[in-house]
T-cell receptor
């Protein structure tokens, strides 16, 4: 079945460092890909998405490119801030079960 | 435009009891999904409702059931609570369509003792 694999955290970075959080997926067909962020004590917020191969999603300085050849959707940011500290979830939706989201386990980021 | 709201915020129940969680969809959205997020894990899909009909279901037992009302608000019911049901329950709404984004509420934290 479909699955999403994220790099394990926690990831600890200094302010202004470069961030990469790896995400790879397994799916039949052509899923849409998402990054969601969860701040402490809160629900999930959509960070960015991409719906087809080679699409780049971007928001708030974060970027991710849908790479079909490597089945990846890595999250990057050039210069992180303390306020970026949160848990980041990679997810896919492939049209099964009513277009439900299939999430990875999440990667915790701490910026100091 | 109002966002997705959920109630209650927190809930404590005893094993074997039943619980009902509620969700109000974002204005204009006709599809609602429910997820269970155990501590330290990613959310797991429970089921989805579209125009009051179940539109998909994840790997959860029948004691997890739901309803969607004509105003597109929704309920999640869990019978015969087990300790492992302790989790954050998230509701998400969308206007429908393959690429539409799901907008999440803040969740209900359920603790089963």
């Amino acid at each position: 079945g479909d699955s999403v694999t994220q790099m394990e955290g926690p990831v600890t970075l200094s302010e202004e460092a470069f961030l990469t959080i790896n995400c790879t997926y397994t799916a039949t067909g052509y899923p849409s890909l998402f990054w969601y962020v969860q701040y402490p004590g809160e629900g999930l917020q959509l960070l960015l998405k991409a719906t087809k191969a080679d699409d780049k999603g971007s928001n708030k300085g974060f970027e991710a490119t849908y790479r079909k050849e490597t089945t990846s959707f890595h999250l990057e940011k050039g210069s992180v801030q303390v306020s970026d500290s949160a848990v980041y979830f990679c997810a896919l939706s492939d049209g099964n079960s009513g277009y439900a989201l299939n999430f990875g386990k999440g990667t915790s980021l701490l910026v100091t | 435009e109002t966002g997705v709201t959920q109630s209650p915020t927190h809930l404590i129940k005893t094993r074997g009891q039943q619980v009902t969680l509620r969700c109000s969809s974002q204005s204009g959205h006709n599809t609602v999904s429910w997820y269970q997020q155990a501590l330290g894990q990613g959310p797991q899909f429970i089921f989805q409702y579209y125009r009051e009909e179940e539109n998909g279901r994840g790997n959860f037992p029948p004691r997890f059931s739901g309803l969607q009302f004509p105003n597109y608000s929704s309920e999640l019911n869990v019978n015969a609570l087990e300790l492992d049901d302790s989790a954050l329950y998230l509701c998400a709404s969308t206007g429908g369509g393959r690429t539409d984004t799901q907008y999440f509420g803040p969740g209900t934290r359920l603790t089963v003792l």
